[in-house]
């Protein structure tokens, strides 16, 4: 088989009248590479839905056309367009010929050309894309605009692997022998019986060691038919995330033509031989290992890209929550793109991944403001009673085959009271655990649909995960379990997630002693964690958020959500320190501070930072976050007293009066020492810049499962400097001037800060910031950053043809 990405692409955002047809004048529409999302190229407005991040939505349309002679020889070929995902009510035409629509955002789809271009009256493929996405609070957080995935043409021969056909599974596993069980549905286009040949590879991308196993089958005329074929594999290479193995499951078709000449196709999947298992006692377990899973929820955007997020970005955060000791994701609230999920088979993340927030009525959808009224009512609810079966199986059978992936979650939230669904137990409760409603919403409302209905819902969704993948258990994600396991919507699951209620956990283990329990969302407190750490029935917990996204705002001007441990940008926060400290294994220390309040309570969500510079003699909190059993803590040359460890919030604390002398901390450890310091700012005096480099250890491990990195995407972290060149958190505006490339965005993760996506500047935050930029291939890009007052920066980045 071969694939083929179509990248470029032309674009109208507006309504264009027969833009489907063929002979369509579209010369004077913006050129654009997919994939591509229009909503992060206007201006933030405060008309526009706060839900959804003061971003526009709208109609728009793209055309793309393509040499047939470029494509080769089509004879006896099938040939099928492919979309990863169109945000949304995507419609497409091939040649003018209307080939249907996909309501979902979410959802990758295909049509098969074959029998269009036999009907071509020339060389030309026209593809055209109708977007729409007109109800702007669609969504409670930002879901993008347009073309956000990869769309690729794909050539079969005439007996091919269907669309999603390949299974792999591994009923039985130990660290000495596997068993594997290999199904493949073919499909024979031809109007001959053939004989078909199946030559199955596993090879270690570790080891190289490679397993044969072959089949002959007769493929009856326009049969389509599942092949399973069994082997056991010797000592194989097991997959976890701290040791994420894998094989490459190579696929050759082959069969004889009429004319007696042997033809063969290729398929390749990246596979893992791992096993699992949640236990109603003893939590999750891997490989016959238990292990508690650190989890972080992901929304899909990155800042600047909306939700056309280019895979550099990714790893780039995804090695920042791999160093910070995260190991798995979950996938919130919507299938992902499918380079997350490799990049999560690769990288080593456990993944729980999601397939719907509302089912078939819509959530509260804010769109002036968080939780105020009145909401508007629009989403993925009106498509869910027609669609949620074809949106379910492409889910799983697209995804199926990651190693990573060990839970499907039929919902999120699904449960909310008066959300729209209501109950008559809820009169007897206090409340829900969403006090800044106002009275009338939390209180039983008998107009609402009836929450008896989530149970015969969640019933279908579960039989139908079950049927399609018998391989994983099936989840969600409940928000009111006190009154949602009283009418039975846990009753069909296998794996039970409460989000937060962590007060629940040992009544409800005691109540439902045949289900296993995991913190589907949590937030980010060190009793949160510790309940979940220390109660060994808990399989883990999944924090919300790792990274700042774009919508679910409080407020103009805020637009997005502050919940992550890293910025927009992508930025370690001081909490991304504090939960290293408990999370990862390996010795860390980071000092914070926050102006000291008498009577002021405590509380994990405060912001604290990462300063030394107050009005003299201000009382101030350290906070000092490490994994060591003892610290010493120093102003100046001075030890300070009274340092203490803080086991409610789980850090070590003291409270000291301002003087100008440098903070630092040495924190002892076993066979180390780490030390770390903040000196008094100064004026700034300095911009720095460096681009950011992928380790090559990663660029390795990527390129072995056929993961491109594009070299010529450069990410720019910037930082202001102080006369001693010491990192100072001053707020400076920074303007960028690009020679020989194209600016794509900056980002400093400052939710406030409304400036366009499409400037060419943008002020630091906390005296960061980052720059993304697209070199020119075979030319050096020259990147000048200026601040007033400051010196010009000038950074040469060196471009290369190709990728790796």
């Not at 030309?124 to 109708?130: D, K, T």
Request: contains cysteine; charged residues 25%; hydrophobic residues 35%.
């Amino acid at each position: 088989m071969e694939k083929r990405f179509l990248n470029e692409w032309r674009f109208s955002k507006q309504e264009e009248k027969e833009a489907w047809t063929k002979d369509f004048d579209d010369s004077t529409w913006e050129k654009v590479t997919i994939p591509h999302d229009w909503g992060v190229s206007y201006p933030f407005e405060k008309h526009f839905s706060s839900g959804t991040g003061y971003l526009p939505g709208g109609i728009g349309w793209y055309r793309t056309k393509q040499s047939l002679q470029a494509l080769g020889d089509l004879t006896n070929k099938v040939v099928k367009i492919h979309f990863e995902g169109v945000y949304k009510n995507a419609r497409v035409w091939i040649n003018g010929y209307h080939m249907g629509m996909r309501p979902s955002g979410y959802a990758s789809f295909y049509y098969d050309l074959t029998e269009i271009l036999t009907y071509n009256s020339d060389d030309s493929l026209l593809i055209s894309v109708r977007v729409e996405h007109t109800d702007l609070a669609d969504s409670r957080w930002y879901n993008g605009n347009g073309i956000t995935r990869p769309v690729s043409l794909e050539i079969h021969d005439s007996i091919y692997i269907d669309e999603y056909g390949t299974s792999f599974s591994t009923p039985c596993v130990t660290d000495q022998q596997a068993e594997l069980v290999i199904e493949h549905r073919l499909v024979n286009t031809l109007k001959q019986d053939r004989v078909v040949r199946i030559e199955q590879m596993l090879e270690s991308l570790q080891t190289e060691k490679v397993m044969n196993i072959s089949q002959e089958i007769q493929l009856n005329a326009g049969e389509r038919r599942t092949v399973t074929l069994k082997a056991k594999i010797e000592k194989p290479e097991l997959w976890s995330p701290e040791v994420p193995n894998l094989y490459q499951l190579r696929t050759k078709l082959s069969y004889q033509e009429e004319s007696l000449k042997e033809n063969e196709s290729v398929y390749n999947e990246y596979v893992g031989i791992r096993s699992f298992q949640f236990d109603v006692n003893e939590g999750f377990s891997l490989n016959g290992q238990q292990l508690k899973i650190k989890g972080v929820c992901l929304h899909e955007d990155a800042g600047s890209f909306g939700t056309a997020v280019p895979m550099e970005v990714w790893v780039r955060r995804l090695i920042k929550l791999k160093e910070m000791g995260a190991n798995a994701i979950r996938m919130a609230h919507n299938p992902h793109s499918f380079a997350l999920y490799r990049l999560c088979d690769t990288m080593g993340f456990l993944v729980f991944d999601e397939a719907f927030d509302e089912w078939e009525n819509p959530k509260n959808k804010w769109w002036q403001g968080h939780n105020v009224y009145p909401p508007k009512l629009e989403g993925a609810a009106e498509h869910f009673p027609t669609w949620y079966e074809k949106d379910l199986e492409n889910m799983i059978l697209r995804n199926r085959n990651h190693p990573s992936i060990i839970a499907w979650s039929i919902g999120n939230e699904i449960d909310y009271p008066n959300d729209p669904y209501a109950s008559p137990l809820f009169a007897e409760m206090t409340g829900n655990n969403d006090n800044s409603k106002p009275e009338a919403e939390r209180i039983y409302n008998p107009h609402r649909p009836d929450m008896r209905r989530l149970r015969t819902i969640a019933e279908k969704l579960v039989r139908l995960s079950k049927t399609l993948d018998p391989t994983r258990p099936v989840t969600l994600a409940a928000a009111f379990p006190e009154l949602s396991t009283k009418i039975g919507l846990i009753d069909h699951l296998d794996v039970v997630g409460y989000n937060y209620k962590e007060h629940l956990y040992e009544e409800d283990h005691r109540k439902f002693p045949d289900k296993p329990f995991i913190g589907s969302e949590n937030s980010h407190g060190f009793k949160e964690w510790q309940t979940a750490n220390t109660l060994p029935y808990i399989a883990g917990q999944f924090l919300w958020t790792g990274i700042d996204y774009l919508g679910e705002a409080h407020g103009w001007p805020i637009h997005g959500s502050g919940a992550g441990l890293l910025t927009l940008a992508g930025i370690e926060k001081p909490s991304y320190y504090k939960r290293k400290s408990w999370w990862s294994q390996e010795p860390t220390v980071y000092l914070t501070t926050i102006p000291y309040e008498k009577n002021k309570r405590r509380a994990e969500w405060e912001p604290t930072y990462r300063k030394w510079s107050y009005p003299a003699e201000q009382e101030i909190e350290v906070r000092c976050y490490t994994n060591a059993k003892e610290v010493r803590l120093k102003v100046g040359n001075l030890e300070v007293p009274n340092v203490r460890y803080d086991d409610t919030f789980g850090y070590y604390v003291a409270r000291i009066n301002y003087q100008p002398k440098t903070l630092s901390v040495e924190a002892v450890f076993e066979e180390t020492i780490l030390h770390d310091e903040i000196r008094p700012e100064a004026a700034p005096t300095a911009l720095v810049a460096m681009n950011y480099e992928i380790p090559q250890r990663w660029r390795e491990k990527l390129a072995a499962t056929d993961l491109t990195l594009n070299k010529n995407l450069h990410q720019i972290e910037c930082q202001v400097l102080d006369y001693a060149e010491n990192p100072i958190a001053a707020e400076v505006m920074v303007y960028l001037e690009v020679e020989n490339g194209t600016l794509l965005g900056l980002e400093n993760g400052d939710l406030a800060d409304t400036t366009a996506y499409t400037e060419s500047f943008r002020r630091t935050m906390q005296g960061k910031l980052l720059c993304f930029v697209a070199g020119a291939r075979k030319k050096e890009t020259v990147v000048t950053l200026r601040s007033p007052g400051l010196p010009d920066t000038r950074l040469i980045l060196k471009n290369r043809e190709g990728s790796t």
